[in-house]
T-cell receptor, first 112, second 113 residues
């Protein structure tokens, strides 16, 4: 069975630009969450979506937005990129909220 | 104070050793708990769920103490392949299908020959 997939794997952007990251969950999973991980820290929760609705939001600025599509795939958008947005962005899917999550390989974003 | 705190590590142990990690959480309403392992520059992988009754999977044992709000992971007979960062995860559900997962910053384990 296919696991969680994410694209692209690596991305280099300049300050002020916009980026869209994509995630496809495990088949049958309806919940998708997004995380940001910087070196030396655990993943920080950004958003959780279930059945195409935002169900949870972490402490991130409004420059971060996301959506979930009818096929349960998801996009994370970040506007007006800052140097501090450089990180590994992880997507995780689960059958339902509070169930175990399975992570994709992540998108490594570098902002120069 | 962070919502989820872990032993900072690093832990450097010889093969065959027993090592224990602890994790404390501050939100008493948290409902589900997990341990993940993360290899360098890779995504976190689910190691095991943690239940109040405690659970064991081979050399790994996880326990939850709700009264004291801590979670533990015990690894027996450490292998070189156990070298990784171990992340504690606490889920809080606000209402039906809405919630968030909070990760600790992880504890790094290095098992040496």
């Amino acid at each position: 069975d296919a696991g969680v997939t994410q694209s692209p794997t690596h991305l280099i952007k300049t300050r002020g630009q916009h980026v869209t990251l994509r995630c496809s969950p495990i088949s049958g999973h309806k919940s998708v969450s997004w995380y940001q991980q910087v070196l030396g820290q655990g993943p920080q929760f950004i958003f959780q979506y279930y059945e195409k609705e935002e169900r949870g939001r972490g402490n991130f600025p409004d420059r971060f937005s996301a959506r979930q599509f009818p096929n349960y795939s998801s996009e994370l958008n970040v506007n007006a990129l800052l140097l501090g947005d450089s990180a590994l962005y992880l997507c995780a899917s689960s059958f339902k909220t509070s169930y175990e999550q399975y992570f994709g390989p992540g998108t490594r974003l570098t902002v120069t | 104070r962070k919502e989820v705190e872990q032993d900072p590590g690093p832990f450097n142990v010889p093969e065959g050793a027993t090592v224990a990690f602890n994790c404390t959480y501050s939100n008493s309403a948290s409902q589900s708990f997990f341990w993940y392992r993360q290899d360098c520059r890779k995504e976190p992988k689910l190691l095991m769920s943690v239940y109040s009754s405690g659970n064991e999977d081979g050399r790994f044992t996880a326990q939850l103490n709700r009264a004291s709000q801590y979670i533990s992971l015990l690894i027996r007979d450490s292998k070189l392949s156990d070298s990784a960062t171990y992340l504690c995860v606490v889920n809080t559900v606000y209402n039906t299908n809405a919630g968030k997962s909070t990760f600790g910053d992880g504890t790094t384990l290095t098992v040496k020959p």
